[in-house]
């Protein structure tokens, strides 16, 4: 009897034990998922904004050189 109780009070410990750690475990997923969001974004939207900078750039440099030297 004695050994039957101690094997149902390891089975409740582990069985609560597996619940706390997959609650932990799906919180730092979640969190490390919000993090990945939030640097790809902003990754993304850096990104975008360089390529219009760079576009800009190309397109004001050309008409300076156009200017300069395609005189009409």
Do not use: H, P, W, Y
């Not at 009070?9 to 969190?31: P, T």
């Not at 990104?47 to 156009?66: H, I, P, V, Y």
């Amino acid at each position: 009897m004695k050994a039957e109780l101690i094997q149902e009070f390891q089975l409740l410990q582990q069985s609560r034990a597996n619940k706390f750690a997959g609650e932990i475990a799906d919180r730092i997923i979640s969190s490390v998922d919000a993090v990945n969001e939030k640097v790809t974004t902003s990754m993304s939207q850096r990104g975008r904004m360089l390529l219009l900078l760079e576009n800009k750039l190309n397109f004001s440099m050309l008409k300076r050189l156009k200017r300069r030297f395609l005189k009409f």
